[in-house]
């Protein structure tokens, strides 16, 4: 359902952007609507604080509630993992992070100067983990490995956890809404279905 949602919301972007110009040429007299809408949907979901895929979502108390424990289930059985993969990974996934912009400030090479650069600093991170690990103890050889294998493994799983984190976040604050916001998230999911109508009924 969420995926859904996801895909949903980027079509309408799509078609939002697709149709603004035949607008301009055809209906000139809807851009002032169109802006006003726009203003009002943007101003209520920053006071909301509400992701926008969560807008339009149709609200299933039951099944809701149970998506919404397996999440916090989940959250704190991944903790663990998450902690070792955060401890072995930040560092260098911040310091990456901070240099590709300085390295270039032309955007279409980040995500080649990203890879290039991981492939680069994870091995040598992980190289003194290694050693040091190997200054305090002596496992087994497959204690060894298994520790090699976990490093970038659990760096993933971090990576993927805090986004998981994050999204669990936003589906508590739409339950908040629901019990005690209700009216002005309807307003809202009425201005949006309003822009919808303007955009591609007209």
Known sequence: EEAMDVEKGELLLKRIKSDIEEIQLMRPYLILEIQDLLIKIKWQQEKLAIHSDFISRRFRSRLYLMQLGLSLLFLFLGLPLF????IHNFITYKLI???VPRISRFVEYHAALNILLSLIFYPLTYVGWFELLNSYSHPPLWGWLLYVISLPLS???????????KRTGQKRRYLFLIYNQKEALLELQ?????LEKVLFES
Do not use: E, P
Request: net charge positive; charged share 20%.
């Open 83 to 86: 902690l070792f993969g955060l």
């Open 190 to 194: 009425r201005n949006k279905k309003q």
């Open 97 to 99: 992070d901070l240099s």
């Open 155 to 165: 760096g993933l799983f971090a990576h993927r956890f805090a986004h998981y984190f």
